[in-house]
DNA sequence: TCTAATCTTGACTAAAAAGTAAGGTATCCG
DNA sequence: CGGATACCTTACTTTTTAGTCAAGATTAGA
């Protein structure tokens, strides 16, 4: 179970375009070498995030990038979800859509699991947005610990 | 975000050997023909399964396979963990070891996301053991809607 | 209008994961 | 003891994913 690369840089990349102000953009270059990615490859990644609406692009001389939207209006699962079709992928549903048709039709039983799993990560990184990912005093901790905590609740409860 | 090929159908292997009663084996072919793989590629994740003490063999004709320990015993982030390195890898951690060094040292915004979800991932599986797959009212789903429910709580709490 | 900066797009190359094949070794049974 | 069955191990092939390159298209400003 991992995050590609695709997804860590994706992310990456809008973490770079969301401290700027009204009027500022970041150009490909610039994000690329912060990275210590092509800009050949991050201008891939850049336009899968325009054409998702992620991030808007200006051409020609001074133009750049930025995000399409506010930066506490833009959550994990959206991201993660643009940049790789699902929070969650296995061959279960991966192929077939959404969970449904599989060759194990009747007598599978990883499939509650491989269910229930997409739900936590979705959950969880619903609610995490691109704005508290910013803060150097991360609240991001608090509230992945209280997640933590939560199911901790849950495992001693069921024992 | 995915899970490999490899854990589904490992996984899907020891579900098969769950079931079986005291000595009693399920040979390579007979797993792999329920799995719809081949024996070559079944045998690989026996091997790896076997290897990290999960399932015992025999040799032989009248040979096969199963669990090294009790279907309540075996939980899933152990499995997953022995099919793939780790719970959640990515290129934060995958490489140096364990979410140390990187790159991004000091201004890597994502890394307490990918700490923080690798935690949740591995809580959610520790939860959850063989035995509980097996049976058909799938307590697994009581179990996960448990701590679903918990997040979804969490998430309202922070609005 | 010309030019330089910048995004856009598709084809190509390299790396990683998944799956296959084949020879080796242990065990049973006649 | 010898053949048949079945696990063990390494090396190879295929497929998928990641990353690169280069040419095209768009805009701002002189």
Redesign the pocket.
Known sequence: MKV???EE?GLRCLLQLAPLGEGE?????QIAEREG??T??A??L??IL??AGLVS?????????RLARAADEIHLDEIIKVL?EDVLASHCNSYTGILDACVHTGNCGIRPVIVGLHDVVRRAMAGITLAQLLGTESNVETTLHQINSMSRETAHRRA
Do not use: E, F, M, P
């Open positions: 590609s690369a695709q840089y953009y970041l150009t490909l270059t990615i092509s050949a490859n201008g891939k850049l336009w325009n054409k692009s200006i051409r020609g001389t001074k133009g750049g990038y790789d």
